[in-house]
């Protein structure tokens, strides 16, 4: 009996030692997941190569969507749907002076679109990159507008044989919803200063007003003509030779007998008409073959700045700093994710900035149609903060800063913008529906007693009461006021002088810099460097983004939850796919669904600009 208690214990001691065992090896392997997780592998980088520029999606200032989401979208394969401006901007700019990257490759058949100043700042890049003598080459299956303004950069610019050049100017089209809306018996009320604030004209006209007309025409104007001079200029060709391109593309392929890829050869809009492997022969000419690859040396852009990043922490950062905080997209109240400026988030990062005694001077890109009003004051009351405290405070304009974007600017000691760059759009507006009669053609009646004047005249299912349309167009005309005052304050200007520039129209960058609304035409970087000259900085400083700070339990579960998706993402593959594409497609329904929603809020004043242009 005692040998085979002895045995059992003996069984038992050795179960309980495996498990042991096998609960540190758990343990070990799982610490091994969150180490990969948080630090991933450092790319290897050839001692000769290419870097690779494959923008996918639209080129953004900040990315908007969830991790999670854009995880899902490399697990199955259709990759990111948006792009960093500053990842492209600095990736190109640390490979011009790095000896081991000979040459640059822009593949750009899945860039889907940017602003034209978006656009600028990364040929600002590829033009300081062919300063040094390196060869960039630009090769797509077909090139849009948007895509074809990068390749015109490149010394090289490749067709596939089957493709096309496809450049059709800029345009904005509305739709107008007032035909609808009378057809439901809904009524629309707009209230609002300024003969071209024309953002809710949409609710309430069935075209183009003739003041939205004359406006769009101007900047659209504006854009055409930068784009045609850029492109023109990196070319070596007249601007207007683009506009005949356009204007006679049909008719040329029609005489090509359809072969759209000559017509461009012809027009001498690409170097010479090349498939993908015959561009690679062409890339490894210039910096060899990499033959497990059975291509050219090469090196991605993603991976090529997790290697300059690592480099760079090697060095020891001065501790003057040129701060930096992005807003980006729609201006809303509360606390707000990236792609949005929330009123408290982003106001909240103006003031850390100005508490942050390492940080010297702040540079507040912004690339917004403007938003809610409380917002827009919130941020502006923290930007003057700043500007009080002392430390210099420039704006950097992108390719949209107008309405509630400019609002945020307007204190700044300086303001950059592109020469393309819609800005102004100084003016407020409230927009409110009634749909009283809506009910009633169902048989649906609303009849009660209040209080006050003031009982029940916010509801929506009621006639609009004249008391209320009082209070509204009161608000907005003290609104506009008070907008006219930020702007008069900070352009050193009077309040009949901005006015007189003002009533929501839509101003170019070119224009905007003429009327004095902005004060110098430069990139990003240019008011990065105005910013530390202000400062005093000299040469010796380094740039920060101030963004939103996480403990490093957050930055950890957010790691394990990308790399979570990314597995499920491998493994499910097809499914996620077809998911990722759903909401791709949804998203822009419930981001105009959400934008009606917040401008039909009763009390709320909006300084929103409609100038968006494809």
């Known amino acids: 009996m005692a040998t085979i208690g002895g045995f059992f214990k003996g069984v038992w001691r050795g179960l309980d030692g495996l498990r042991r065992v096998l609960h540190l090896l758990l343990l070990l392997l799982f610490f091994g997941f969150v180490v990969a997780a948080l630090r991933g592998t450092i790319p290897?980088?050839?001692?000769k190569a290419a870097l690779v520029i494959h923008p996918q999606g639209k080129i953004v200032e900040q990315l908007a969507s969830d991790p999670i989401q854009r995880a899902f979208s490399e697990a199955s394969g259709r990759g990111e749907n948006q792009t960093l401006l500053w990842d492209l901007t600095d990736t190109i700019s640390a490979a011009?002076?790095?000896k081991r990257v000979l040459a640059l490759v822009l593949e750009l058949d899945d860039l889907q679109g940017a602003g034209q100043p978006t656009l600028e700042e990364v040929a600002v890049a590829l033009r300081r990159f062919r300063a040094t003598g390196k060869k960039v080459i630009a090769q797509a299956s077909s090139y849009s507008q948007a895509q074809y303004y990068l390749a015109a950069q490149a010394d090289e610019v490749y067709l596939d044989p089957f493709g096309m050049v496809l450049i059709e100017g800029y345009e904005r089209y509305r739709m107008y919803f007032k035909g609808a809306l009378d057809k439901l018996s809904v009524d629309m009320?707009?209230?609002?200063?300024?003969?071209?604030?024309?953002a809710a004209e949409t609710y309430v006209r069935t075209d183009m007003s003739p003041a939205d007309r004359e406006e769009t025409l101007s900047y659209l104007g504006g854009l055409w003509n930068g784009y045609q001079a850029s492109v023109g200029k990196a070319r070596g060709m007249a601007p207007e030779l683009l506009s005949r391109y356009a204007n006679g593309f049909v008719a040329a392929v029609k005489q090509a007998q359809g072969d759209a890829a000559d017509v461009a050869l012809k027009a001498g809009l690409v170097t010479a008409l090349k498939s993908a492997p015959d561009v690679e022969q062409r890339v490894i000419e210039l910096v060899g073959e990499d033959k497990d690859a059975h291509s050219f040396n090469a090196i991605s852009q993603s991976d090529y700045l997790r290697v300059i990043k690592a480099e760079r922490r090697i060095h020891k950062d001065g501790d003057r700093r040129v701060g930096v905080i992005v807003a980006s997209g729609e201006i809303l109240d509360g606390d707000q994710p990236p792609g949005t400026v929330g009123g408290q988030s982003t106001a909240r990062l103006v003031r850390d900035a100005r508490l942050n005694d390492d940080i010297r001077a702040v540079v507040l890109r912004i690339d917004s149609p403007g938003g809610s009003v409380l917002a827009s004051e919130q941020i502006y009351r923290e930007v003057v903060a700043l500007k009080a405290s002392g430390k210099p405070v420039v704006v950097s304009m992108g390719n949209l800063a107008a309405s509630g974007g400019y609002y945020i600017a307007a204190p700044a000691d300086e303001i950059f913008a592109s020469a393309t760059t819609l800005t102004g759009s100084i003016g407020i507006f409230a927009a409110l529906p009634t749909v009283d009669r809506s009910l009633g053609r169902l048989g649906v009646t609303v009849d009660g007693v209040g209080t006050t004047a003031l009982s029940g005249t916010m509801r929506l299912d009621r006639p609009l009461d004249p008391l209320l349309?009082?209070?509204?167009?009161?608000?907005?005309?003290?609104?506009?006021?008070?907008?006219?005052?930020?702007?008069?304050?900070?352009?050193?200007?009077?309040?009949?002088?901005?006015?007189?520039?003002?009533?929501?129209?839509?101003?170019?960058?070119?224009?905007?810099?003429?009327?004095?609304?902005?004060?110098t035409?430069?990139?990003?970087?240019?008011?990065?460097?105005?910013?530390?000259?202000?400062a005093k900085?000299?040469?010796?400083?380094?740039?920060?983004?101030?963004?939103?700070?996480?403990?490093?339990?957050?930055?950890?579960?957010?790691?394990?939850?990308?790399?979570?998706?990314?597995?499920?993402?491998?493994?499910?593959?097809?499914?996620?796919?077809?998911?990722?594409?759903?909401?791709?497609?949804?998203?822009p329904l419930e981001a105009e669904v959400a934008r009606v929603q917040r401008l039909s809020t009763p009390n709320h004043a909006y300084a929103y600009c409609f100038c968006t242009v494809e």
């Open 44 to 47: 290897r980088l050839p001692q």
């Open 96 to 98: 011009a002076t790095d």
């Open 189 to 198: 009320h707009l209230f609002r200063v300024g003969q071209y604030k024309s």
């Open 469 to 519: 349309a009082t209070y509204l167009q009161t608000t907005i005309d003290r609104g506009y006021e008070q907008f006219l005052g930020h702007v008069s304050a900070g352009r050193g200007k009077t309040r009949d002088e901005i006015h007189a520039i003002a009533q929501g129209r839509v101003w170019i960058g070119s224009d905007a810099q003429r009327i004095g609304l902005v004060d």
């Open 521 to 534: 035409l430069g990139t990003y970087e240019d008011a990065v460097k105005a910013a530390a000259v202000r």
């Open 537 to 587: 900085l000299g040469e010796d400083y380094r740039v920060e983004r101030v963004e939103p700070s996480m403990t490093w339990v957050q930055q950890l579960a957010l790691q394990l939850r990308v790399q979570v998706a990314r597995i499920a993402g491998s493994v499910l593959g097809g499914p996620l796919g077809r998911v990722d594409i759903l909401l791709s497609h949804l998203s």
